[in-house]
């Protein structure tokens, strides 16, 4: 009896005063000489991270930098499926998504997305989307868009929109539209539309295009800029301290035509439309697009070369009648805002032979079919001098 209660007081004195270091004590004099022991599992100032050779992780917290995470910055970093650091010093490959805390220098890559608080200099490549909260010097490429806060030094291609609310040195490439903020040096293309807030020395090339100044040119449907350097080119070009004209004219097929010249002197588009009234038949109208140059001759007088292409119908738009014309001209300035314009034409016709309701061309003047060819498919062609002639107001 009395050595069993020997034997339980020394038991509970053993309990109360553990003569051996516990399992927990192990483990903290180990976390101790770690290099990471100084890291709170809360993030610090990224002047204190530090730096590992790699690191391996699924998600964020779970992995060899444990719940130090964002306080690591990985020269080489593997996340299974996702990762969280205080930056990325070389490689960074993820299943899913990458999310640094500070700078990005190298290469990452991931499944879903990028996202990196400060500068990224290297290569960004995400399945959906890259973004960054400072200047990125490299290139990002996104499935569907490529988003930064700072600058653009190099090249953002995505296949919906690139943004950046700075300048832009290098390209801009997406399916939809790009968005430059500042300055942009270099090249815009676009599926939809380009937008730079302010200069663009180099190109835009989109369906709608939009600049301040324009040191280059302009490719699209619709191009604005407030002034052009180069040229614009497109179905309808704006210049705001360029060329716009409104013409009001006749030729020897129709005696009413209304067209918009917009663009610069120096190269400019026209979008046109013409009428000629039949009072027992269905009208004879057209509609076509040219472009021209009108160099100055003169104070007051200018010349104008244009080629133009219209297709010249009765009522709806049944077969093919296409009629170009090539135009050489005067025009002379009567005050400011108006001026009177006329001379020769050359004009060409490709039509469908086989179809019968073509409308005459000459009923209202004495003009006649120089030249007629047949060509196979039932295709024929004339060609014949004509004449332009009307006003114009600016």
């Known amino acids: 009896m ?83 650091s205080a930056g990325t010093a070389s490689v960074e490959l993820s299943g899913l998504f990458a999310v640094n805390r500070g700078n990005m220098q190298g290469v990452q890559l991931s499944g879903w997305f990028n996202h990196v608080g400060q500068a990224v200099d290297g290569v960004q490549l995400a399945g959906l989307f890259n973004s960054n909260l400072d200047q990125v010097k490299g290139v990002q490429l996104a499935g569907l868009g490529n988003f930064t806060i700072g600058e653009v030094d190099g090249i953002q291609l995505a296949g919906v929109m690139n943004f950046s609310p700075k300048s832009v040195s290098g390209a801009q490439i997406s399916g939809v539209l790009n968005f430059a903020g500042g300055e942009v040096e270099g090249m815009q293309l676009a599926g939809v539309g380009n ?17 301040r100044k324009v040191d280059g040119f302009q490719l699209g449907l619709i191009n604005y800029a407030d002034s052009v350097g180069g040229v614009p080119v497109g179905l309808i070009s704006i210049v705001k301290n360029g060329y716009l004209a409104v013409e009001v004219g006749a030729t020897e097929i129709l005696p009413l035509n209304l067209a918009i010249r917009s663009g610069k002197r120096e190269f400019y588009t026209m979008l046109f439309a013409g009428i000629r009234p039949e009072i027992r038949s269905q009208a004879i109208w057209s509609f076509g697009y040219g472009v021209g140059t009108s160099p100055r001759l003169g104070q007051k007088t200018f010349l104008n070369i244009e080629g133009s292409t219209e297709q010249l119908s009765k009522g709806e738009v049944e077969a093919l009648n296409l009629i170009s014309r090539l135009y050489v001209g005067g025009e002379w300035q009567l005050a400011k805002g108006m001026a009177i314009y006329a001379g020769p034409t050359l004009n060409f016709r490709v039509y469908e032979a086989g179809y019968a309701g073509h409308p005459e061309l000459f009923t209202y003047t004495q003009h006649k079919v120089r030249n007629e060819r047949s060509y196979p498919d039932d295709i024929r062609s004339q060609w014949w001098t004509g004449f332009k002639a009307g006003f114009r107001f600016f």
């Open 195 to 211: 937008f730079a807030a302010k200069n663009i020395k180099g190109s835009q090339l989109s369906l709608v295009n939009f600049a």
């Open 2 to 84: 009395k050595t069993l209660q020997k034997a339980l007081l020394a038991l509970t004195l053993v309990t109360q005063f553990p003569l051996s270091i516990s399992a927990q004590e192990k483990d903290q004099q180990a976390w101790e000489k770690s290099p990471l022991s100084k890291f709170e599992s809360r993030n610090l100032p990224l002047s204190q991270s530090d730096t590992v050779d790699f690191q391996i992780s699924w998600i964020p917290f779970i992995g060899t930098n444990g719940l130090h995470s964002g306080n690591v910055v990985n020269r080489v970093s593997f996340n299974v499926l996702g990762g969280y």
